[in-house]
């Protein structure tokens, strides 16, 4: 049974950093591509970050490019995500995703087929 | 990016057909995929690439579309159904989702 657990949620003051980890079981970790995503009180869902297999790319959307950093050890196969110069519009819950793809014979189609819990972050004077 | 629109919320009863509609606001081919989330638990796959089945979803759910128009059809819809729905799309870069619809089981 694939399992992801998410830790190291809190709150934390604007401007400072928190890094959450991501445990995974039930299924050979680096075999897969690896997500955060987040939800913000009463609202939809935010896709943080991506992460290969290997850990050698890595891929961002704008809002937080540049001061969010994935990561990943395949040998404990965990995830992490590091968050510098938090901001109030980061307060979510945060979630690990694996992502899965489908491939056409021309085109990877990415979704996210398994998710953790989630751990909640609250960025807050 | 790419934005997903949905509508906010219907009401159906057991038994009935409800289609749950997501408009992109440019194409997506058939890389549009939903999911399922219950109050207070993490979202769940239910389709993937547009029209297919996520491993151990029940044959009642379905998907359809292309381009821009895409539709997440339950049928019948059953009371723990109840859940918000998304729609998601990742053919343009970033990955967006929608704004999600609310669904309720009268």
């Known amino acids: 049974e694939v399992q992801l657990v998410e830790s190291g949620g809190g709150l934390v003051q604007p401007g400072r950093s928190l890094k959450l980890s991501c445990a995974a079981s039930?299924?050979?970790?680096?075999?897969?591509?690896m997500a955060w995503v987040r939800q913000a009180p009463k609202k939809g869902l935010e896709w943080v970050a991506t992460?290969?297999?290997?850990?050698?790319?890595?891929y961002y959307p704008d809002s937080v490019k540049g001061r969010f950093t994935i990561s990943r050890d395949n040998a404990k196969s965990s995830l992490y995500l590091q968050m510098n110069s938090l901001k109030s519009e980061d307060t979510a819950t945060y979630y690990c995703a694996r992502q899965g793809y489908y491939y056409d014979g021309t085109y990877y189609s990415y979704y996210f087929d398994y998710w953790g819990q989630g751990v909640m972050v609250t960025v807050s004077s | 990016d790419t934005v997903l629109t949905q509508s906010p919320a219907l009401a159906v009863s057991p038994g009935e057909r409800v289609s749950i509609s997501c408009r992109a606001s440019?194409?997506?081919?058939?890389?549009m995929h939903w999911y399922q989330q219950k109050p207070g638990q993490q979202p769940k796959l239910l389709i993937y690439k547009a029209s297919n089945l996520a491993s151990g979803v029940p044959a009642r759910f379905s998907g359809s579309g292309s381009g821009t128009d895409f539709t997440l059809t339950i049928d019948p819809v059953e009371a723990d159904d109840t859940a918000t729905y998304f729609c998601?799309?990742?053919?343009?870069?970033?990955?967006?989702f929608g704004s999600g619809t609310k669904l309720e089981i009268k």
């Open positions: 440019e194409g997506v081919n058939s890389y």
């Open positions: 992460i290969s297999t290997s850990g050698s790319r890595t």
């Open positions: 039930g299924f050979t970790f680096s075999n897969y591509y």
């Open positions: 998601q799309q990742s053919w343009n870069d970033p990955f967006t």
